[in-house]
């Protein structure tokens, strides 16, 4: 099972495993019930959840609604730390997750915008180095797992600065290394290297602990939080959280 997720991830584009992942998932949802974990998100319970990644992590897809570890503690965050789900929000997500879209649609509070450069999942076909928004339109923004793929992660957090309201914020995740600093060579054009140096062939950068101070080179502000560090060890086995995760949120700067 791990291998063959692996070669899936790797090599099949993702706009076609967006796509189909949800149906495959549905049969291998019905071998794998059980009480040992439970998803955030989508509430259901499993023995455990499906192995994930190009190495592939244990018991880290939920089979139901496709969240992964952080997904499922950014749920938590947002119901814990935020007023997301009762406030008059509107919403920009870049490069929407499967698991979340139609949850945050059903929000009556919410006016939800998706969008992305190729996902077939998102309303919006947009370059988020140049978002067709107006300045100050947005209470809070999404984009996770995307400025490792751009061109100008910098420009690109010059855009989310500049949509968002005063008050706004967002979350920016990214895979992060234990690194000094980021790793980036605009020279590495082949597939292949670029999967040995920066992990994946879509890659084009790999980020280090300096990554928060890399974006506020944009002028947008980033708070480190470590929220899953508050959680008792019994509610981040039950949803099978990433215990070392820092959640990169993001409010409108000078």
Not at 60 to 89: G, I, Q, V, Y
Not at 118 to 124: D, H, I, N, R, T
Not at 196 to 218: C, M, P, T, W
């Amino acid at each position: 099972m791990k291998k063959l997720i692996s070669f899936v991830i790797r090599y099949i584009p993702r706009p076609i495993l967006q796509r189909v992942s949800p149906l495959a998932m549905k049969v291998l949802a019905l071998s794998n019930q059980g009480t040992g974990v439970q998803c955030s998100v989508c509430q259901k319970e499993y023995k455990k959840f499906l192995p994930y990644g190009r190495i592939a992590r244990e018991n880290a897809l939920c089979p139901n609604c496709l969240s992964l570890e952080r997904h499922r503690l950014m749920w938590l965050f947002l119901k814990e730390k935020t007023d997301f789900f009762s406030a008059p929000l509107k919403v920009l997500h870049v490069a929407p997750e499967h698991c979340f879209i139609e949850r945050f649609e059903a929000l009556p509070n919410l006016e939800y915008i998706t969008a992305d450069i190729e996902s077939p999942l998102a309303k919006v076909k947009m370059d988020v180095h140049d978002i067709p928004f107006p300045e100050n339109s947005f209470d809070v923004v999404f984009c996770n797992h995307v400025l490792e793929h751009v061109d100008s992660d910098i420009k690109a957090c010059q855009e989310f600065n500049r949509i968002l309201k005063p008050n706004g914020w967002g979350i920016l995740q990214s895979p992060v290394y234990d690194l000094p600093e980021t790793l980036e060579d605009n020279s590495i054009t082949d597939p292949a290297e670029r999967e040995r140096i920066f992990g994946q062939r879509d890659h084009v950068r790999k980020y280090g602990n300096d990554y928060a101070e890399r974006l506020r080179k944009s002028g947008i502000q980033i708070e480190e939080n470590k929220f899953v560090k508050e959680l008792p060890q019994g509610i981040i086995q039950k949803y099978a959280l990433p215990s070392k995760e820092i959640i990169f949120v993001c409010r409108k700067g000078n």
